[in-house]
């Protein structure tokens, strides 16, 4: 049975990427139970005001129709129970609930994935390695996984697309989103090698800067290894290295040219901290050679599905969450039926995340966005009047703000103003 809706309405009332909703899936069985015991009144949880309305709100229906809203729209949504939903996925501390995504998403499935990070603003030497690398790993059938940034995610994207081989694009943004603009003409390539494009924000969600510490979460988890092609000790690179280690991963980094230069400061401290280098794909071929860990990873995790499958399990419930002392939580037992719900498509709520740096620090900037902070270190201006100080379109111009609101070098006033974030 699919439980997509089901997943989809405990994501409406909880939130995207919250782990409340793993704290309440403690309690029951299935998606189904969680949602008739929670309207039914028979288990009522501790909740927020705010979740507690969004419960008594909610109908089903409007979870159902979002569903198919979005599928009839191109893009295609799972839920954790769902047989194609990633493996790799279920072992994470908080996973998605739901996943949308465009795209041939099975090539996730029981493979030699790998996530690769680095800077939007990259050297010719760490675009060379990432380039040269991830086509030598493709060529061998690698699923290489990176958040579709410019610089070096678009540069092991394009290397596995160019050994006409599927590649993964999380995204921290709705996958149907353009972004960033300078990409999207990579899109239809990618799609065509039998890649995919993943999210656990609905459609049409923008890339505010909150989103990108939850994606990278996805990020790591999806390869069974992460490899660091070059990054600042500010890049956000190193937030996806810190999940892939806490997650298990073995973590690898190209070894740095030049130990002086501040561009791959990141590289030497996570060397220092303990990560293995790497100076070519034999490092990575050797981690996943047969018999090793990872190998063993991939084919229990083929053998847990099938099994799974074969048996009709989709949940065996989760035991390892645990409530955090300052909030509430369950469970009293309660017969008091909540108010109807009506019958509206509420949007999906998201998740409450610290803003964090994305794939790049301030020293990272491109040629325009570094005129766009020089203009804006007399105070805020409107977007207008920055668009006729740099003779751009408003059109660029919106573009380079979002970046530079992600990375948090400026910050987004009412009336369409803009000012440094200090």
Request: proline share 5%; with cysteine; charged share 25%.
């Amino acid at each position: 049975m699919d439980e997509t809706k089901y997943w989809m309405w405990l994501s409406m009332v909880f939130g995207t990427g919250s782990r409340r909703i793993w704290e309440a899936m403690c309690l029951f069985t299935s998606a189904q139970e969680a949602f008739e015991m929670l309207t039914d009144g028979s288990v009522v949880l501790k909740l927020t005001e705010n979740e507690w309305e969004r419960l008594r709100s909610t109908p089903l229906s409007a979870a159902a129709k979002f569903v198919e809203k979005c599928r009839n729209d191109g893009v295609e949504v799972i839920g954790y129970s769902d047989k194609l939903y990633p493996s790799q996925l279920r072992h994470l501390f908080n996973p998605p609930a739901i996943l949308y995504y465009k795209g041939n998403i099975s090539c996730l499935t029981g493979t030699k994935t790998i996530t690769t990070v680095g800077t939007r603003s990259a050297s010719d030497y760490g675009m060379r390695a990432a380039e040269t690398i991830c086509s030598e790993l493709a060529a061998k059938n690698f699923v290489i996984v990176s958040g579709f940034a410019v610089g070096i995610d678009i540069a092991t994207h394009m290397a596995a697309a160019g050994r006409k081989r599927p590649t993964a694009c999380v995204m921290g943004c709705g996958v149907d989103v353009d972004y960033p603009k300078p990409n999207q003409q990579f899109r239809e390539k990618i799609l065509q090698c039998g890649g995919v494009f993943i999210s656990e924000f609905p459609p049409g969600t923008q890339p505010h800067p909150q989103n990108f510490p939850s994606r990278n979460r996805i990020l790591a988890g999806l390869g069974r290894a992460a490899l660091v092609f070059e990054a600042s000790v500010k890049s956000g690179s190193l937030i996806t290295a810190r999940l892939a280690c806490e997650q298990g991963r073995d973590v690898l980094v190209l070894p740095p040219p030049d130990i002086f230069s501040s561009r791959y400061s990141g590289n030497i401290q996570l060397l220092r901290d303990g990560a293995e280098p790497f100076y070519g794909a034999e490092e990575i071929l050797e981690l996943y050679k047969l018999g090793s860990p990872v190998e063993e990873e991939i084919r229990d995790s083929i053998e847990a599905e099938y099994t799974c499958r074969e048996a009709g399990i989709v949940w065996a419930g989760r035991t390892d969450i645990e409530a955090d002392e300052n909030e509430e939580l369950p469970v009293k037992k309660t017969r008091k039926r909540p108010k109807k719900a009506k019958e509206e498509i509420p949007s999906v709520p998201e998740e409450n995340t610290a803003a964090d740096a994305d794939d790049t620090d301030n020293d990272e900037l491109t040629d325009i966005q570094r005129r766009i902070v020089t203009e804006l270190r007399d105070g805020s201006l409107h977007a207008d009047e920055i668009c006729r100080r740099l003779d751009i379109d408003s059109a660029e111009l919106m573009t380079e703000l979002t970046e530079l609101e992600i990375v948090g070098a400026v910050r987004s006033l009412p009336g369409k103003m803009y000012e440094l974030y200090r």
